[in-house]
C-alpha cells in the first residue's frame, strides 16, 4: 500500500520561508508524478505544482511561480516544496499527491489526476 507522509509545515512570518517534505512507502516512487496542492479553511484544494518521474519537468501555479520550487530525490523516496518569500494568503493545509499516470506534468494540476494523497500538513503565515 502507497503511503504518504508530509513534514516540515509550521507558523512563520510573512516573508519567511519553509521547506515541505512528502517520504513516499510502499511503492515505486521514480514510477509517480508528484504533485502539491493546498487547501484553505473553506476553499477547493487547489494545485500549487508539479514534477516528472525524474524531474527535469516542473509545473507551478502562477500564484507561486518564482517563490516556491519543487524537487525530488528518487533515492530518498522523496519530494520537497521549498517555500520562500511566504505570504499570508498562502496559509493552508498542504497535501503532496502521486500520480501513475503519463502524462506531461503540465496536465496534472487536477485533483482528479492523482492516485495517492498525504494527511496534510499546516503551513500558518502571520501578517
Known amino acids: 500500500q502507497v503511503q504518504l507522509a508530509e513534514s516540515g509545515g509550521g507558523l512563520v512570518q510573512a516573508g519567511g520561508s519553509l521547506r515541505l517534505s512528502c517520504a513516499v512507502s510502499g511503492g515505486t516512487f521514480s514510477n509517480y508524478i508528484m504533485g502539491w496542492f493546498r487547501q484553505a479553511p473553506g476553499k477547493e484544494r487547489d494545485f500549487v505544482a508539479s514534477?516528472?518521474?525524474?524531474?527535469?519537468?516542473?509545473y507551478y501555479a502562477e500564484s507561486v511561480k518564482g517563490r516556491m520550487t519543487i524537487s525530488r530525490d528518487n533515492v530518498k523516496d522523496t519530494v520537497y516544496l521549498q517555500m520562500n518569500n511566504l505570504q499570508p494568503e498562502d496559509t493552508a493545509v498542504y497535501y503532496c499527491a502521486a500520480s501513475k499516470r503519463f502524462l506531461h506534468v503540465q496536465n496534472m494540476d487536477r485533483t482528479t489526476r492523482y492516485d495517492y494523497w498525504g494527511q496534510g500538513t499546516q503551513v500558518t503565515v502571520s501578517s
Open positions: 514534477i516528472s518521474w525524474s524531474g527535469n519537468g516542473t
